[in-house]
């Protein structure tokens, strides 16, 4: 009795692996592809991220060589947003580090209730990620470029001055 128990339980685990209709292996096939998409466009701006940081950096010890050469002209110029940038640079690359050591490689024979809940988890996670990543990118060239322009327009009231 154990035995054909045991039989039966093993025949149900094969038949319940192997019960994969066509439209659900299409949906996971598509939508494990929709992860590795949105997963290559966060990849694809890490680079860029580690650019705007070194800008931030070199924007940063800008304004504090400036500022303490003329302190009264860039007294009211704070750099909080370019350190807000800076954090959320970290925090965006932080969160892609994240999510890859948690990512769990899509198994074709999972069970397909997993695998979709594994696949929508990771398409939520990613576009959220993404999401946070453009908004640092967006956040550190708007904070750059008006820190450039106030730095621009200051030192040539100083020439000008001379």
Avoid: R
Wanted: charged share 25%; proline share 2%.
């Amino acid at each position: 009795m154990k035995k054909l128990v045991s039989c039966l339980a093993v025949a149900a685990v094969l038949l319940a692996g192997c019960g994969k209709t066509a439209d659900q292996k299409k949906l996971e096939t598509d939508l494990n592809n929709q992860v590795q998409k949105l997963h290559d466009v966060g990849m694809s701006k890490m680079s860029q991220l580690a650019d705007l940081s070194g800008q931030i950096d070199k924007a940063l010890a800008k304004h504090d060589s400036l500022a303490k050469t003329y302190p009264k002209l860039f007294a009211a110029h704070p750099t909080d947003d370019l350190k807000a940038a800076g954090e959320a640079i970290t925090s965006a690359k932080t969160s892609m580090d994240t999510w890859m050591k948690g990512y769990k490689k899509f198994d074709p024979e999972a069970l397909h209730e997993q695998n979709m809940a594994q696949l929508n988890k990771d398409v939520t996670d990613l576009t959220k990620l993404n999401g946070a990543i453009e908004s640092a990118v967006t956040g550190a060239t708007k904070a750059l470029d008006s820190h450039s322009a106030i730095a621009a327009e200051i030192l040539a009231k100083v020439i000008k001055k001379k």
